[in-house]
C-alpha cells in the first residue's frame, strides 16, 4: 500500500511553485476528481497564505463536492457521462471529506459548453492541448464565477482523444 502522504507533498509543491511564481495571487481554482491535487495543493496555501481563496472546479453532469458541501457531509449525486472523464465521479470519497471540507473556500461548477470554451481557447491561444477536466479551471476563470483579482488555474491532463478533441476544437460538446 502507498501512503497517500506523499501523494499530498507531491501535490503540495504545485502550491509551492505558485507561491514562487505568483505571491500575490487571490484565488486559485483547482479541477476536483479524488480530491488529492485540491488538498495537497490547498495545504500549502492553508499553511502559506491562508488569504488565497481555493476553488474546486466541478463540471454540471457530475457536482459531488458541491453536493456534499451542500448537505455538510459526503453525499452522492447524479452522474452522467461526459468528455469531461477526469473529474466527477458519483460521490466524493469519504477518507478525502474531512480534509477537503475543511481546506477550500468553496466551489464552482461548469457546463460542458463552457468546458469546451475553455479546451478550444487552451489550444487556440496557448498552444496547449488540455482535457476537459484540466481545462475546467480555465473555464471558471472565463466564466467570471472564480471573482476578481490575481487567479490561477490549474491546468492539469492532457489525455484527450483526437475524436473528442475536433468537435471541440470545432466549438462542439462531443458525443
Known amino acids: 500500500m502507498v501512503d497517500q502522504t506523499l501523494f499530498f507533498a507531491g501535490n503540495g509543491t504545485i502550491g509551492l511553485e505558485i507561491l514562487e511564481d505568483l505571491p500575490d495571487v487571490d484565488t486559485v481554482i483547482i479541477p476536483y476528481g479524488g480530491g488529492g491535487l ?59 471529506w474531512a480534509m477537503v471540507e475543511n481546506l ?17 481557447f487552451l489550444a487556440e491561444h496557448n498552444h496547449v492541448i488540455a482535457e476537459g477536466a484540466g481545462a475546467a479551471s480555465v473555464a471558471a476563470a472565463m466564466s467570471g ?14 489525455n484527450i482523444d483526437v475524436d473528442k478533441l475536433i468537435p471541440i476544437l470545432q466549438g462542439n460538446i462531443p458525443n
Open 38 to 96: 485540491i488538498c495537497g495543493i490547498a495545504s500549502v496555501f492553508k499553511t502559506l497564505k491562508p488569504s488565497t481563496k481555493i476553488l474546486a472546479c466541478e463540471v454540471e453532469t457530475a457536482a459531488p463536492l458541491t453536493a456534499s458541501l451542500a448537505a455538510k457531509k459526503p453525499v452522492s449525486c447524479n452522474h452522467q457521462a461526459s468528455f469531461v472523464d477526469g473529474m466527477g465521479g458519483k460521490s466524493v470519497l469519504p477518507e478525502m
Open 104 to 120: 477550500i473556500d468553496g466551489t464552482v461548477v461548469m457546463s460542458l459548453q463552457e468546458i469546451v470554451d475553455a479546451v478550444k
Open 145 to 158: 464565477k472564480a471573482g476578481d483579482g490575481n487567479i490561477v488555474c490549474v491546468v492539469s491532463g492532457g
